[in-house]
């Protein structure tokens, strides 16, 4: 656990630990603002797309998963600054499923991940290249 991940990336000595501290920080805090500079930043210390990618998706993700156990209130295993809203202790827990309701793992996939494409030009342009933080879509555009 990192007690101060600002404090990573401001003071690691290692400029590679700090760079990608740095890239977890804007992914978490404001991803909406990432621009091709902190790309380069990324380069000059030697990480690649890919690696900046890796750096990007891992950050996201585990944003995702902890709104997702906020939504469900599962307790939290370690110190923070903001606790989360507990669930109601009155609200029962969700029921299981019976065993014969659970999915059968040898039945075809509904997504097939050897199938799966590469993303396309476009979105790799404005993710990867694109010389500008991501723009919000206005509402009257998103709403088409």
Request: hydrophobic content about 45%.
């Amino acid at each position: 656990m990192v007690a101060d991940p600002r404090a990573v990336a401001a003071r690691h000595p290692d400029p590679v630990t700090r760079t990608l501290a740095d890239l977890a920080c804007q992914v978490t805090e404001a991803p909406w603002a990432l621009t091709p500079g902190h790309r380069a930043r990324a380069a000059a210390v030697g990480l690649g797309d890919a690696a900046v990618l890796h750096a990007v998706v891992l950050s996201a993700y585990f944003g995702h998963l902890n709104r997702i156990a906020d939504a469900v209130g599962i307790d939290l295993d370690y110190q923070v600054a903001l606790e989360p809203p507990h669930a109601e202790p009155a609200t029962p827990p969700y029921a299981r499923p019976a065993p014969a309701a659970w999915p059968d793992p040898a039945a075809p996939r509904a997504l097939d991940v050897a199938q799966r494409r590469a993303p396309p030009r476009r979105w790799r342009r404005g993710a990867i290249t694109s010389s500008s933080a991501t723009p919000r879509r206005s509402a009257s555009r998103a709403a088409r």
